[in-house]
């Protein structure tokens, strides 16, 4: 029975991954005061756009529609800073006690993060959109200023990087997991 035992148990340690639990503690920690210090600053900077919005409907707004599309704009950047902060905070509030559930953390990050992006590719798109038909209007029906086609294609950049974020973050999650399940043991 001894010999079976020492057999099993040598086979069992070769199977599994030899994991730097103080290294990964700190990794985890670390992460999660990026994703506190991310959190509060979204925060900040969505009520910073949101007001800018309401500052621009009042002050440079020049017709009725272009002033109810910024006071409407001025809504989303709060909301999604409030809703990024709650998403964020779940995050960081996590107690982990052993190395299963730092892996799990590790793995609920990256798919937070990919949710994250994914929103915000949404809704930068919208806003884009929504940007898109200030110019139309404008041009049309208004003094056919060109400044807002400029300001719809440098946000147009803007889309392009959320964009590609959101592509190369979901083009690398399968890795990324399956270096985790390789870590847990999983295959």
């Given amino acids: 029975m001894d010999d079976k035992f020492k057999n099993w148990q040598q086979?069992?340690?070769q199977c599994t991954p030899d994991i730097d639990t103080q290294l990964l503690i700190k990794q985890v920690a670390i992460?999660?005061?990026?994703?506190?210090?991310?959190?509060y600053s979204e925060l900040v900077l969505g009520a910073a756009v949101s007001l800018y919005c309401i500052y621009a409907a009042?002050?440079?707004?020049?017709?009725?529609i272009a002033t109810v599309l910024f006071a409407l704009l001025s809504v989303v950047p709060i909301s999604f800073s409030m809703w990024s902060f709650k998403l964020r905070q779940k995050q960081w509030q996590q107690q982990s006690v052993d190395v299963n559930q730092l892996?799990?953390?590790?793995?609920?990050?990256?798919?937070a993060q990919l949710r994250y992006?994914?929103?915000?590719?949404?809704?930068?798109?919208?806003?884009?959109l929504a940007?898109?038909?200030?110019?139309?209007?404008?041009?049309?029906?208004?003094?056919?200023?060109?400044?807002w086609i400029v300001i719809a294609c440098i946000?147009?950049?803007?889309?392009?990087?959320?964009?590609?974020r959101f592509f190369y973050l979901k083009s690398k999650l399968s890795k990324r997991l399956n270096d985790i399940s390789a870590l847990l043991g999983i295959n």
């Fill in 11 to 13: 086979q069992y340690q």
């Fill in 58 to 64: 009042v002050m440079f707004a020049q017709s009725l």
């Fill in 31 to 39: 992460a999660q005061k990026k994703e506190r210090l991310k959190a």
């Fill in 131 to 147: 940007l898109l038909m200030l110019p139309m209007f404008d041009y049309f029906f208004a003094s056919n200023e060109t400044h």
């Fill in 117 to 128: 992006w994914r929103m915000n590719a949404i809704v930068v798109c919208l806003l884009w």
């Fill in 155 to 164: 946000n147009g950049l803007v889309v392009s990087a959320t964009l590609a």
């Fill in 103 to 111: 892996l799990a953390i590790k793995r609920q990050h990256l798919f």
